[in-house]
């Protein structure tokens, strides 16, 4: 009978963490990323928004609070990385028309190929978090380490695009 009381009790009780919202840390977080001009800079701002959230929520340091910190950083990284696309491709197809009259159109392939390397990079990501996930067993650490890692990938992934394309 006790033990269903607890039981009862703890289901009722909302969890020590908060559920943060990519909202909650996007003006900081855009305000560091519009002010890096290289590479290096915007490396900077790796993890801005997944340390401010776990300092500043209630249960940030739990497991399930760092969790949701790092995919609010994931999906952070990820909102930049789908705005910067549109002119990575833009870049890409001026410097194939710019070299078309050139060569008979035989190295104008620069959008097509940008376009198999994102895809095949999200597979990548998608299954190296998996294997981080994967790799801590039953333990509560997956939680957080497939998390991280979908934050990490993908923030530096803007930097190298930005890097092939911008020449940060």
Known sequence: M?????????????????????????????????????????ASCKNLAANLCQAEIEGGQTTLGITSCNQVEAALWDDLLNADWPKHRKLAK??????????????????ETLLTAQRAWIAFRDAECALAYASWGSGSMRNIAASACMADMTADRVIALRQLTEGY
């Not at 289901?11 to 290289?38: H, I, K, Y």
């Not at 028309?97 to 159109?105: I, L, S, T, V």
């Open 94 to 111: 001026a410097g194939d028309d710019a070299e078309r009259p050139y060569f008979d159109g035989r190295f104008t392939n620069r959008a």
């Open 2 to 42: 006790i033990r269903t009381f607890v039981f009862l009790f703890l289901l009722a009780t909302p969890a020590a963490a908060q559920f943060a919202e990519p909202d909650m840390f996007r003006a900081r977080f855009d305000a560091c990323v519009s002010g890096a001009d290289t590479a290096s800079g915007l």
